[in-house]
């Protein structure tokens, strides 16, 4: 990946945004054992791949939350700061690997 601003103020999350992406990534984490433990009871290839696209939207939604929020106050915060096109490249570049 590029390199990427890291020195602009950052909006501490609130409890409630951490643990909803916490919560998230946990219930990710569980759909991943049991990938995992289809694989090993050798499970129809079909019944894996299902669920490999189920973590994929998963993990699609997080990322746009994520996203969502970094627009709406990072960005946000670094357009009124007058550094708005240097986050907003930033943003441009990190949404190009998403398309990969």
Known sequence: ?????????????TEDEKKAIINRLKRIEGQVRGIQKMVEDDRYCIDILVQI???????????????ERHMKHCV?????SGEGNAAIEE?????????K
């Open 76 to 80: 946000s915060h670094a357009v009124q």
């Open 1 to 13: 990946m590029g390199e990427y601003l890291h020195d602009h103020p950052v909006t501490p999350r």
């Open 53 to 67: 696209n189920a973590i994929n939207a998963a993990l699609n939604k997080v990322g746009l939350a994520v996203g």
């Open 91 to 99: 943003l441009i570049d990190v949404m190009k690997h998403f398309s």
